[in-house]
């Protein structure tokens, strides 16, 4: 009889020894990350107050608004932003056949650089901007000069383009 | 059913959150300018406001006259097409006799730019341009020459004064 409970002690033993091998167990995955290219661009007044000439002098030597329009940018990467205008010459249902070209308004980025003529070709408006969020004013120079026809509602769209490198 | 790790419901988690912020690597942004260009149009007489026709050192003059180059300098503006008339007054000259008043018309005036000598009346007369053929717009110097010939059959006098109005219309 003392041979049984022998027998079943080494049992218990075997079955209790196998169950402490399973209660530490290690396994692996891997997290798979994408992270993708963020650019945000906004400019802040999509309708700039309007440049209304008084007199032929003004007209001759300009009018300068200056922080005209904020863009506002994020990105992760090293962005630049570049802006152009949407044609190549103002739009007006008064003014008649004269065309008034898009080369009459000046840009540059506030507090650096000099005035540009714009155009329908991308110019750099800020060549290289570090990671991150921040905002920057343009100033916007006009001079008609007295060669296109008089009209309360000439009109262009101005592109901004936000672009990673 | 299989069973899934926690692990990989986490991955999988993860897949979706960064696949729902994906962005593309150019953003565009517009703003619309709006310029109003009114009608501009001025004139200014920049030289000769007045003009002095002094007869006194020699007398032949008054019936050969005084010729004055460039006399008057007017200077204008205009954002389309324009002329520039030119008048007198008044018919006459003040001062004198007003009882033999001198004439406007002992005025002749013509442009600098060349053209004949044409009497001044109170007729408003082109000196540049007209309704029919305007001058383009811009922003210049329009010359005035003046040639006096008073004759002798007027008094003499140092207080004969007269206005010239110059009129610049784009109508």
């Known amino acids: 009889m003392k041979k049984i409970y022998s027998a079943a002690l080494i049992v218990l033993s075997f079955i209790i020894g196998t169950n402490s091998a399973k209660a530490q167990s290690s396994q692996t995955s891997n997290v798979a990350v994408t992270i993708a290219t963020v650019t945000e661009l906004t400019a802040n007044n999509t309708s700039l107050a309007t440049f209304a000439f008084a007199t032929g002098a003004e007209l001759e030597t300009g009018i300068t608004q ?20 949407l044609g190549t010459g103002f739009f007006s249902s008064t003014a008649g056949s004269t065309d008034m070209p898009v080369s009459v308004i000046q840009w540059k980025k506030n507090g650096s650089g000099s005035l540009i003529p714009l155009s329908t070709t991308a110019a750099d408006l800020s060549p290289s901007q570090a990671k991150g969020s921040s905002n920057f004013g343009v100033d916007y120079k006009i001079t008609p000069g007295l060669q296109y026809n008089p009209a309360s509602d000439y009109t262009v769209t101005i592109e901004y383009t936000l672009t990673a490198l | 059913m299989p069973h899934i790790s926690k692990q990989k ?5 993860l897949f979706f959150v960064l696949s729902s912020v994906i962005s593309f ?24 406001n007045t003009i002095d026709f002094d007869f006194t050192s020699n007398l032949t003059l008054l019936t050969t006259g005084i010729e004055k180059l460039n006399a008057v300098s007017l200077t204008y503006q205009s954002n389309k097409p324009w002329f520039l008339n030119i008048n007198a007054t008044t018919n006459n000259f003040s001062g004198g006799d ?3 008043p001198m004439p406007s018309s002992i005025i002749q005036f013509k442009n600098t730019d060349g053209g ?4 001044l009346s109170t007729t408003s007369v082109s000196l540049s341009g007209s309704t029919g053929a305007k001058n383009p717009k811009g922003a210049s110097t329009v010359g005035v020459d003046y040639k006096l010939t008073p004759g002798l059959n007027y008094p003499p006098s ?7 109005t110059y009129t610049i219309s784009t109508m």
């Open chain 2, 116 to 119: 004949t000598y044409v009497p």
């Open chain 2, 158 to 164: 140092s207080d004969y004064t007269i206005g010239v």
């Open chain 2, 9 to 13: 419901i986490l991955v999988i988690i």
């Open chain 2, 25 to 48: 690597a150019q953003k565009t942004s517009t703003s619309i300018l709006t310029v109003k260009v009114p009608e501009a149009l001025s004139l200014a007489v920049t030289t000769g």
């Open chain 2, 98 to 100: 007003g009882a033999n």
């Open chain 1, 66 to 85: 200056s922080n005209a329009v904020n863009l506002a940018y994020k990105s992760n990467k090293l962005t630049k932003i570049t802006i152009k205008a």
